[in-house]
């Protein structure tokens, strides 16, 4: 795949009122930041370094500073690192500038192009780490995959740049610094930020927290969050937590939270107290004796070739579209106990034989699972339910009407979303699930989309159900 720049090296800028909303809720004003060093680690063309520049002038001209002593002292307390030559360039310009503008010229400065991952000399010594990492996931890193992989925040899953970044940043900080830095909010529930988590728990770190959900200050990337750590607490702190208000370009307070009440089952859940302890409940919920079981869909790995106007009636059954609700045929070469049927068997139909030598070479070319062949389905999932009772369910909703529960009789299959297997009435599901309560735990759960909308996984959907139905039984 040809990367864009900006994708390979996590290149996405910073608006002003964001990286003014850091500082400010890292504490990175007024007269207290004089004599403190603040680094960006990953400056890029210097948004952060302008703003820190700018508040260390005005700091110092309140404090009466000569604008020698000023001069000397943005040379000592200021620092960047940026891997790219022409950022750096311009990273270097724009602080001169900022500086200037208070009479002070600096001799030199410590805005140094370098690769963060290789650089010692800054770490125990700051007292503010600011800045915006590179996203980039593991997948997309060439030339420094190894270096990241030797990271203890990127040791497991789909790692990403930023989580070697928190690393790196956390070993920057001299005891008591503060660490502020806008990054994805997938560090709040991926598994690869697992480790990353458990380390900011373990040590006391957290202390505020923005969640600018939907909105996506650098267009259609990553959402994200902004994290505020202070090093140094002996008793876990409260954490403060904000959402972004877009329109006002600013944070409102939600809610201050102990860790064990935003930190659920490893994950980070934030949102008003009484909200995350119906979410602390369900997360407790008995899922081995709950009346049901949600699992995925069919997945073809070719729905073009199995799943619509089939030229041929044997072998067919009808599916349902969990995300649409909508009805279609399906080729399915299973039997009733979900037994993959011999190629000669179904080869019997001539129609259906011309018709599967036709996109053979295409079929062939899907990534199988296990011993599945060429003329299976691409994932086993789903087969085995086809014969049972259960309801399709889409999973992705911005209000509760969004859902679209439907009824699938045995042998009718489902594809492209989730479904619950049980013998409960339709209602009941309905009754659970069209609720604005449902939707305020699928809205807790954090998984964006775009477009205003949530995701949640099969997981999620039983343990809102198996919670609910225990309730209601009393
Ligand atoms: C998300 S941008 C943020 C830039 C700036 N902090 C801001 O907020 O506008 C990340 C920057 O990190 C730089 N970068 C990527 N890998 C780096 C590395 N290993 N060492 C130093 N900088 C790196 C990229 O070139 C990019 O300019």
Redesign the pocket.
């Known amino acids: 795949m040809i990367l864009t720049e900006e994708k390979a ?6 608006p002003p009122s964001i ?1 003014k909303m850091i500082l400010d809720l890292a504490g990175y004003t007024g007269e207290r930041i004089l004599g403190r060093h603040a680094i ?6 210097g ?2 370094l302008v703003e820190i520049v700018d508040r260390y002038c005005r700091a110092a001209q309140s404090a009466g500073y000569t604008k020698e002593r000023l001069s000397a002292e943005l040379s000592a307390f200021v620092h960047g ?4 030559a022409g ?1 750096r360039e311009k990273a270097l310009r724009r602080a001169a500038g900022a500086a200037r503008a208070y009479g002070a010229e600096p001799a030199a400065w410590d805005i140094r192009r ?4 290789a650089e010692k000399r800054y770490d125990g010594r700051m007292d503010f780490v600011l ?5 980039v996931r593991v997948h997309n890193l060439s030339d ?1 995959y190894d270096a990241v992989r030797r990271f203890r925040f990127a040791r497991s899953g789909m790692t990403d ?1 930023f989580l070697v970044f928190y690393e790196i940043g956390l070993k920057m900080l001299a005891p008591g610094g503060t660490l502020g830095y806008i990054a994805p909010s997938s560090l709040f529930n991926s598994r690869a930020a697992a480790a990353l988590r458990r380390h900011l728990i373990e040590r006391n770190l957290i202390r505020k927290v923005v969640d600018l959900k939907h909105f996506r200050p650098f267009g259609a990337s990553a959402y994200t969050a902004v994290m505020i750590l202070r090093s140094g607490a002996a008793e876990p702190p409260e954490a403060e937590y904000y959402e972004y208000d877009p329109a006002g370009e600013e944070a409102r307070r939600v809610s201050g939270l102990a860790p064990n009440e935003f930190c659920i089952d490893g994950n980070f859940y934030f949102g008003p107290k009484s909200a995350l302890s119906r979410l602390a409940k369900i997360a407790r919920a008995d899922m081995k004796n709950a009346p049901l079981d949600v699992k995925n869909g069919l997945a073809t790995l070719c729905d073009a070739f199995f799943i619509g106007g089939l030229p041929f009636e044997s072998r067919v059954i009808p599916v349902v579209k969990a995300s649409t609700g909508q009805h279609a045929r399906c080729l399915f070469p299973y039997d009733e106990n979900a037994r993959p049927l011999p190629y000669a068997d179904l080869a019997r139909d001539e129609a259906l034989d011309a018709y599967y030598k036709a996109w053979e070479p295409r079929l062939r070319k899907r990534a199988l699972t296990g011993a599945s062949r060429w003329y299976e389905f691409g994932r086993t999932q789903g087969i085995a339910d086809v014969y049972k009772k259960k309801y399709s369910v889409c999973s992705i909703i911005r209000e509760p009407n969004d859902l679209k529960l439907t009824f699938c009789d045995r042998g009718t299959g489902v594809y492209g979303g989730l479904y619950i297997l049980t013998d409960l009435d339709e209602a009941i599901l309905k009754d659970l699930l069209y609720t604005d309560d449902f939707m305020e735990y699928v809205a807790l759960l954090g998984k964006y989309k775009s477009g205003g909308y949530y995701t949640f996984s099969s997981k999620d959907l039983k343990r809102y159900l198996a919670c609910r139905l225990a309730e209601r039984e009393g």
């Open positions: 090296k996590g290149r996405f800028y910073t990286v960006d680690n990953s400056c890029g063309d948004a952060f690192i940026e891997i790219d950022q370098g690769d963060t991952l800045g915006n990492p590179p996203y420094s740049l």
